[in-house]
Nanobody, 126 residues
Framework: QVQLVESGGGLVQAGGSLRLSCAASGRTFSIRAMGWFRQAPGKEREFVSTISRGGSTTDYADAVKGRFTISRDNAQNMLYLQMNSLKPEDTAVYYC???????????????????WGQGTQVTVSS
């Protein structure tokens, strides 16, 4: 099993920045791709970003492309999401995810990920 714990959320004004972190523990050697998802009140959980095992492949939802940057440090078992130019519509609970699957280098759907963190709240005020 793999455990994921997010941190770094908070309240920020529009235009500001936050850096989310996700610490992985347990059978971390099994982790391949990782991702970030978010869920706003009354909405379904949606894809934000994904990164391959080695970090060479990344991708983003159109809504965050150019503003968010995903990265990982495998030696420290950490995943990060640098969020810049934040907007009120970025307000959501952000979840870290991981998969042991090797069928692809990156994954975009909730069903593709086996492990999830508990989430961290990000609130962007206007």
């Amino acid at each position: 099993q793999v455990q994921l714990v997010e941190s770094g959320g908070g309240l920020v004004q529009a235009g500001g920045s936050l850096r989310l972190s996700c610490a992985a523990s347990g059978r971390t050697f099994s982790i391949r791709a990782m991702g970030w998802f978010r869920q706003a009140p009354g909405k379904e959980r949606e894809f934000v970003s994904t990164i391959s095992r080695g970090g060479s492949t990344t991708d983003y939802a159109d809504a965050v492309k150019g503003r968010f940057t995903i990265s990982r440090d495998n030696a420290q078992n950490m995943l990060y999401l640098q969020m810049n130019s934040l907007k009120p519509e970025d307000t959501a609970v952000y979840y870290c995810s991981a998969t042991p699957s090797s069928s692809r280098t990156v994954f975009y759907t909730r069903a593709s990920y086996d492990y999830w963190g508990q989430g961290t709240q990000v609130t962007v005020s206007s």
